[in-house]
């Protein structure tokens, strides 16, 4: 009778302890995930594109010689525009 209550108080230890190992290991990941979504949630610098002044944020945009692109479609046409600009006014 009282071999059988030890077991029985033995199981339900062990399952406590099981518990708590897993609730740990649960919690740690759940806080793992909030973690990476609050990093990705930061406040980003916002810029205005160069030529067409849409503002992005800057991890989106391209950052060339101080000046700021949405796109490389728009670095490349502002390069061709001040190329051009400069040419037309050589004395």
Same mark, same amino acid.
């Given at each position: 009778?009282?071999?059988?209550?030890?077991?029985?108080?033995?199981?339900?230890?062990?399952?406590?302890?099981?518990y708590?190992?897993?609730?740990? *290991?649960?919690?740690? %990941?759940?806080?793992?995930?909030?973690?990476? @979504?609050? !990093?990705?949630?930061?406040?980003?610098? *916002?810029?205005?594109? %160069?030529?067409?002044?849409?503002?992005?944020? @800057?991890? !989106?945009?391209?950052?060339?010689?101080?000046d700021?692109?949405?796109?490389?479609?728009?670095?490349?046409?502002?390069?061709?525009?001040?190329?051009?600009?400069?040419?037309?006014?050589?004395?």
């Open positions: 009778m009282i071999g059988r209550l030890l077991l029985i108080l033995g199981i339900f230890f062990f399952m406590w302890l099981g708590r190992f897993l609730k740990k *290991i649960w919690l740690d %990941r759940l806080n793992d995930v909030e973690t990476q @979504e609050q !990093e990705t949630q930061k406040i980003q610098q *916002i810029k205005a594109c %160069r030529y067409c002044n849409i503002h992005i944020p @800057e991890n !989106e945009g391209i950052d060339q010689d101080g700021f692109f949405c796109n490389y479609e728009h670095l490349d046409s502002f390069l061709k525009h001040k190329a051009k600009h400069k040419t037309e006014h050589k004395p």
